[in-house]
């Protein structure tokens, strides 16, 4: 059921401070402060690149995976929505790796470019949710995230076991191929093993977001910009607004203003700033006072550092809690989530389930 919740959706955001825990113990020792993956039937030092395949917010997880994947283990990661993937025809080098994330384990296209892969001499890796599944019976090895059932067809709980999922995989896969050393990993460990305790610091919030709500909930169109993993967590805020609200909404990375969107920009167009203090924070802070110039209304997502620089520009801002910048796209996950879910009950939407939508898409 839906315990004190009016919604399956909220309940599945809340319980992610425990799913993300739950998860995260599967490989992942708290004390020494490693991580354990199964046996992999490869070698990561082998890997000349990897292949990562999903749709929808599966995909924006393995968006972030890429660059991770690149900057803690130096390896080249292409990422691909299935239904390109299966159709095009990619060539793949024998003995790579090609790994499918995915919420149902059923998605027809996932499958597809899973059983493409397959054939053509990959070792096929998957991210699945749900226990017994057919990308699960295809693949060579599963990771089985532990969200617990997914009752909302937005995607949630889900997408951040995917992406802790993700971050240790990296992890690992830059320890085994020698690019960070035991005191890096131990650092990463740390700031991932923060993770359930920052998201529930974040959910302690909610109040704050439900007013910002209030502010956008009229708008036609809304803009969410970020650079770097801000930039997927942008696509994926947009992808929950518009699924859940029906508002026309955008995600682009922030320098990619210039090259067309900011033409849209008025004062009734508001913006989603994705900013966490990384190494991006100044660049994406110019392009916020870009939009600000055009008299877009800012709603501006940062910590602590980033409000007190910036924050008193914005028509609001969402405080998060400062941490390192690796796990920061999986915390700022949780207040694009919640602003779509406010703004979709402010507009009277069925937040559990959207028109034309379905949870498991098992056709093209
Ligand atoms: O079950 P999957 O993870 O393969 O599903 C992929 C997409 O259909 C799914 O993420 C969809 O985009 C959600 N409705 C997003 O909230």
Redesign the pocket.
Same mark, same amino acid.
């Given at each position: 059921g839906k315990g004190n919740h009016r919604h399956f959706m909220m309940k599945e955001i809340v319980e992610q401070p425990a799913v993300i825990g739950e998860t995260l113990s599967s490989f992942f020792n708290p004390r020494s402060r490693t991580i354990t993956l199964p046996d992999l039937p490869f070698d990561w030092k082998d890997l000349p690149k990897i292949t990562i395949v @999903?749709? =929808?917010?599966? &995909?924006y997880a393995a968006m972030i995976a890429k660059y991770w994947f690149e900057k803690v283990a130096d390896l080249s990661v292409e990422v691909d929505i299935a239904s390109e993937f299966r159709y095009r025809n990619m060539p793949l080098r024998e003995g790579g790796l090609a790994m499918f994330? /995915?919420? /149902? =384990?059923?998605?027809a296209d996932?499958l597809a470019a899973l059983k493409y892969a397959k054939e053509n001499g990959q070792h096929i890796g998957s991210i699945i949710n749900v226990e017994e599944s057919s990308m699960g019976r295809e693949s060579d090895f599963v990771f089985h995230t532990q969200a617990g059932p997914e009752i909302g $067809? @937005? /995607?949630t709980k @889900? &997408?951040t076991c995917q992406l802790v999922t993700l971050a240790c995989i990296a992890i690992d896969a830059g320890v085994q191929r020698g690019v960070i050393d035991h005191e890096e990993e131990a650092r990463l460990c740390a700031a991932i093993s923060e993770v359930p305790a920052r998201a529930a610091e974040i959910l302690e919030s909610h109040v704050n977001i439900k007013n910002l709500a209030e502010k956008i909930f009229e708008a036609n169109d809304i803009l969410y910009i970020g650079r770097g993993t801000g930039y997927p967590v942008a696509l994926e805020g947009a992808?929950?607004l518009k699924?859940l609200s029906y508002i026309h909404a955008e995600g682009y990375a922030a320098g990619e203003l210039k090259h067309g969107p900011i033409a849209l920009i008025d004062d009734t167009v508001p913006v989603i700033v994705v900013a966490p203090s990384d190494p991006y924070f100044e660049k994406t802070a110019s392009n916020m006072q870009e939009v600000m110039a055009r008299k877009a209304r800012v709603i501006f997502l940062s910590d602590a550092a980033g409000i007190e620089q910036l924050g008193e520009h914005a028509v609001g801002s969402i405080e998060l809690p400062s941490v390192d910048p690796f796990v920061a796209p999986i915390l700022y996950a949780l207040p694009v989530q919640l602003l779509a879910y406010y703004v979709a009950v402010l507009k009277g939407t069925d937040v559990d389930q959207p028109r034309n939508?379905a949870? /498991? $898409?098992t056709v093209e």
């Open positions: @999903a749709c =929808g917010t599966s &995909f994330i /995915s919420q /149902s =384990g059923e998605t996932t $067809v @937005a /995607s @889900a &997408f992808l929950k699924e939508l949870k /498991s $898409v």
